[in-house]
């Protein structure tokens, strides 16, 4: 009976041990190898197929990927990795009037890190202590175990994520050349809209005898017409846009004149550059003062330029290719008046001649009547002569003679 008992202590001393070991073990034993490196698959997307990018891993060329593909790439589980692609990759380019416009693909987060992230992992274990122990009365002791369960932890690396995408974003290249608006060359992103608008015309030249401007024609977009001053593009290619206009040219004619009305056929005097100008001038104009009175005039010559004669006729008619002044060439028409003056110059010498002979009559009728009368008076005087001597004769011979008184004494 002592044998059993002390046979079955035994054995439960012994399955005690066996269990404390094996948990011991379990704890503190050697585990299998965990595996060092670990595959990271990594996507390219939204990049043409035609294209690739390279990749470099924590700084090492790993080759490239074409757009579309995946790839895994081996790796430390235990460390931090960074992975790095391009960040911009050149398209397909077009050239339109001498100039290249592109496609390119921009991945603005091109770089990626791949964190490692620490696990704690705890678990509840038996531990056995010899902490008991009787002896019998033979004299044997027997020790017993003590076990209880305890928390035994440890701790785990692994990576954070186990694979990445990198995507690139389509940008269309969009040049706009506008002489007198818009000038960018951008980049767009894919079927953005691109807004156009140019000024219907535009002043360039301004002063007193030549007014240029541009007048807005047509936006030609790859090469390709479009009407309409203002319109929205879509930007799903690469775009060169140009604003195309046409120069419009004003040239200013004036005249000048002494004489007449000289008239233009457009007022203002404003013609375009290779219009029809029409001009003209009356034939004949009343000369001015006297002369103009007797039916004098002023007859048309010419039409003059500081480059000479232009035209001798009245209405002239010429293509406007640069500003010019023409002036009217005159000439006095005296005639008329020349032949009313010898005319009223005839009746005045005939009036005088008239009145000349008629004072020639009357003076040599009153010259022979003052002569008679002349000759009249000188007899008369005579007369009066003779009368006056006979008169101091008789006087005399009175005087001469005595008294007779005295005679008779």
């Known amino acids: 009976m002592r044998v ?52 470099v891993v924590d700084g090492k060329q790993q080759g490239t990927m074409a757009g579309g593909s995946s790839k895994s790439f081996n790796v430390d589980k235990s460390k931090s990795h960074t992975f790095e692609v391009d960040a911009e990759i050149k398209g397909n380019c077009v050239t339109y009037a001498g100039t290249d416009v592109c ?7 091109n770089v990626w890190t791949l964190d490692t992230v620490s696990t704690q992992n705890c678990q509840q274990v038996p531990v056995c202590y010899d902490t008991y122990y009787y002896c019998d009365y033979w004299g044997y002791c027997y020790y017993e175990p003590y076990c209880q369960y305890e928390q035994q932890c440890w701790t785990t690396t692994e990576l954070a994520e186990k694979g990445h995408t990198f995507a690139y974003d389509i940008q269309q290249e969009v ?48 090469g390709q017409p479009m009407q309409g001053s203002s319109l929205t593009l879509k930007a799903d290619k690469p775009l060169y846009i140009e604003a195309q206009y046409q120069t419009e040219t004003k040239y200013r004619i004036r005249l ?9 056929d457009i007022p203002d005097g404003w013609y375009l550059k290779g219009g029809q100008v029409t001009i003209g001038v009356e034939k004949e104009v009343p000369a001015g003062g006297l002369m103009g009175l007797l039916g004098g005039k002023e007859v048309f010559v010419a039409w003059h330029s500081p480059q000479g004669v232009e035209s001798r006729d009245p209405t002239y008619t010429f293509a406007a290719q640069d500003t010019k ?17 010898a005319a009223l110059a005839g ?16 003076g040599a009728k009153a010259k022979a009547e003052k002569t008679d009368l002349e000759k009249t008076k000188a007899e008369v005087e005579d007369l009066k002569e003779e009368l006056n001597k006979a008169k101091r004769r008789r006087s005399f011979t009175r005087r001469k003679k005595p008294p007779p008184s005295e005679s008779s004494t």
């Open 103 to 109: 496609t390119k693909y921009s991945n603005a987060n």
């Open 175 to 222: 040049v706009i050349r506008d002489l007198h608006g818009q000038n960018t060359d951008t980049w767009q992103a894919v079927n953005s809209n691109v807004p156009l608008s140019a000024k219907e015309s535009v002043d360039t030249r301004a002063d007193a005898n030549v007014r240029e401007r541009d007048i807005f024609l047509q936006w030609m977009v790859n």
């Open 347 to 362: 009746l005045i010498i005939v009036a005088v001649a008239v009145v000349a002979l008629r004072a020639r009559m009357s």
């Open 4 to 55: 059993y008992v002390m046979s079955l202590r035994v054995s439960r001393t012994l399955i005690f041990c066996i269990l404390a070991v094996c948990s011991l073990l379990l704890v503190y034993g050697p585990r299998p190898a965990a595996a060092a490196t670990i595959g990271i698959p990594i996507t390219i997307k939204g990049l043409s197929p035609q294209l690739s990018t390279s990749v």
């Open 256 to 264: 000048s004149s002494d004489f007449g009305n000289p008239t233009l």
């Open 325 to 341: 002044l023409l002036t009217v060439e005159w000439k006095e028409d005296d005639s008329q008046p020349m032949i009313i003056i």
